[in-house]
Structures are given as structure tokens and as C-alpha cells.
């Protein structure tokens, strides 16, 4: 049985068909986290509780999880991975301390002159996604630019086992990278709570984070009408881009690696060769006797392709209008074609770099875009938590020159006032000039 299926030379007319993403009751999905945000916007802490009950099956005491336990999370660490995670946070903060951008000052003609200030979003609140696979990385993606950009509050929800205990790997990097609180919330309920505020969590000011369709949604419904959002940032994807010339055990492991993220990932392969997409075939099915989330694997398998575009220009058209989250070039000289590419949220450039590499520990962020949306969002990067002020200063003779434009295009959309505006500053201050001679 085949793990991956082969489209050999599709039709351009096909295309649409093959770059779309999984979509599961999505109408029904819209409609039970609408009720969960009505529920908590009308509720607070009392309807927090209710729904972790209902939801999770666990009855919720209180939802901050204290200093003592966040500091005692420490000793459950091993070594080597504290050692790990503080290599990964200093390569993650030196690659956005260097996005930090610095004040533009422009005199646009003389006595105009325009200024932009970058400062940082006050309150943030960060989504962690736990279940099975506590997601402690992300902590790092999200807090460290955070604290980069120099918020002033960052806080952080996440689930909870059933035992209501928060993973102590995500408890470890919150206090490594100096989150202010953490909640044990999960799922849309969580995404709620930081956007409408309860007796317990406090509203913020923007939305950080990925999480699963339900989370996701929320995100969406809330950033519409309630709080700002980073990104659309859904079930994870990947596109490798490989010609002949790349491992087909290693293009197999990077397609296993993103599978397993969940059973509603997708992982596509476009390559130049039918030989080539069989070997990937055969090195899917040998790597995956071995993978510890085999379930999950192929289950995003069923919704997973491998596309066989001979001519090197269809194949990065191909991935353009794939747009993928991640994208990996496996190709003789990846920096050629990397030129050519338009929408990714991250691309991993060469055989050696594994989307591993960005995922924990490389520096770039791992909280991008999914869905399509490379082609009009970036990915979480320090600007994300910066707004930017612009103001400008006028001196007389400034105005002076620019009142003819002001006043011309005033007139011309109909906004005497605008006009006005301007004047009657100039004409008091040549009465003041004529009385005072």
C-alpha cells in the first residue's frame, strides 16, 4: 500500500485542487467556538471552569499556576536539554535583536519634517499548545521576541493534563525567557479568556501563537471584533522542493518529521522524476515502521501527495501557489531557486538544513503562517510585537510650502474644514505680523 500518493505531471487545471488543505467541519468547528466565546465573554472565571470540565473532563481550582511551581520545574529538567534550550533561546534572540528597528526621521521638504517610532505592544498574551506533545519551543518563539521588543507583560496559556499539571518543559522555558504569568488553559476556551479578560486572566492587547482548528478560529473570531492576532497559524505543513540530486531518505524524514505533528498536517513533496518519487516512496514506509507517532503519521499521510513536475520552473510555480508554511529546498544550487521564491512562511535553503533546524534552535521563528496565507502574511518576527507611532512638525515656513497642496486637494474631495485648517493658522500669523508694525 502506498503511503504517499503520486500525481505524475498534473494538468495546470489541476493545481487548485492539489495545493488545497484539509478541511474538516469547518461550519460546525465556527459554530461551537462561537458558543465557547459567547460563554466566556459573558461568564468570566465561573464559565472557564464549566468548559475545561465539559471539554477536558477536569474540574479547574484556580487557572495561574504559582511562582513555587514554575521555580520547581527546574529540578524535573535534565541537563542536556537545559543546556539545549538556552543554546536555542541565544540564537533566537541575537536573529531578532537584529530585526529591532531604529526611529526614521525624514524632512520631506524643508520645514517638514516626519518621524516613526517602533514601541513595543504593552500587554501580549501567548498560546502554547500542549496534549501530547507539549510544545515548549514555542514558548521561546513567542516570549523571546516578546521581551526583545520590550513589552511590558507578557503572559501565557496552556493546557493542562487532567491533573490540571502544566508540562515542566514549558513551565522551565516561561520562566527562562521571563514570562510574567501562566495560566493552565488550552484550546479556544484559552484564546477567550486572553481576549475578552476574566476575574483571573487579564485581557490583552494581541494574540501570539498556533494551535489546532479550534484554536485557530477562535483567533480569527476574535481578531475580527475583540483583540489584534499575530497570524492564520493552523495545522502544520510543509513543502519539499527536490530534484534528482537530493536523499530520498532524507527528503522522506523531513515529510515524517512534519506529519507527526498531527493527524490534520499535510506534507507535499514536488520533485522532477517518477524514479525519484518512488524511492521517497519506499524510504516514507521504511522510516515509519520505526516512528513513534505512526498513528498520527498516517493519518496526515491520507491528506499528504507527492507531485512530479519535470521542468524546474513548473515545480517552483508549483510551490508558489502552494504557498507552504515551511518549504525545503533539496536541489542543485537552492540559492538559485530560492531567488524565485515568493510565498513561504520559512525556507530551509540546502541538504543540510532540516526544518528541525528553524522549528528549535536555528533562530528564525517557528510560528508562521499556514493555509495559503504565506502569500500575504509574514511569520512571527520582532516587528510583531511592535507598533509604530508616526508624527510630524511643521515650522511656519513648512506650511507656508505645503499649504497650496493641502488646500488644492482639500477642496477637490469636498473638506473645506481640512482647508480651513490651515488657513487660518497662516492668516492670524500675518495679522499678528501687521500689528505688530
Known sequence: ?????????????????????????????????????????????????????????????????????RRAAAERIPAALKKALATAKTNIEAFHRAQLPGEVSVETMPGVRCVQRALPIRRVGLYVPGGKAPLFSTVLMLAVPARVAGCREVILCTPASREGEVAPEILYAAELCGVDRIFAVGGAQAVAAMAYGTESIPRVDKIFGPGNRYVTKAKQLVGANEVAVDLPAGPSEVLVLADDTASPA????????????????????????????????????????????????????????????????????????????????????????AAEITAAGSVFVGAWSPESAGDYASGTNHTLPTGGWARAYSG????????????????????????????????????DGHAAAVRIRLEEAQRQEGGAQ
Open 1 to 69: 500500500m502506498e503511503t504517499l500518493k503520486i500525481y505524475n505531471e498534473p494538468e495546470r487545471a489541476e493545481w487548485a485542487a492539489l495545493t488545497e488543505r484539509v478541511t474538516r467541519a469547518e461550519e460546525e468547528i465556527t459554530q461551537q467556538v462561537a458558543a465557547i466565546l459567547a460563554e466566556i465573554k459573558a461568564g468570566g472565571d465561573h464559565a472557564l471552569r464549566a468548559i475545561t470540565h465539559r471539554i477536558e473532563g477536569r474540574e479547574a481550582v484556580q487557572f495561574e499556576i504559582p511562582a513555587t511551581v
Open 250 to 337: 532524507a527528503v522522506a524524514a523531513d515529510l515524517l518529521s512534519q506529519a507527526e505533528h498531527g493527524a490534520d498536517s499535510q506534507a507535499v513533496l514536488v520533485c522532477a522524476s517518477t524514479a525519484f518519487a518512488r524511492n521517497v516512496q519506499r524510504a516514507v514506509t521504511e522510516q515509519l515502521k520505526v516512528r513513534r507517532r505512526g498513528e498520527i503519521i498516517r493519518e496526515a499521510l491520507q491528506q499528504s501527495r507527492i507531485i512530479v513536475l519535470p521542468r524546474r520552473a513548473d515545480r517552483i510555480e508549483f510551490s508558489n501557489a502552494y504557498a507552504p508554511e515551511h518549504l525545503i529546498l533539496s536541489t542543485e544550487e537552492p540559492w538559485s531557486v
Open 380 to 415: 512571527v518576527n520582532t516587528d510583531s510585537f511592535l507598533r509604530k507611532i508616526t508624527f510630524q512638525e511643521l515650522t511656519r515656513e513648512g506650511l507656508e510650502r505645503l499649504a497650496p497642496t493641502i488646500v488644492s486637494m482639500a477642496e477637490a474631495e469636498g473638506l
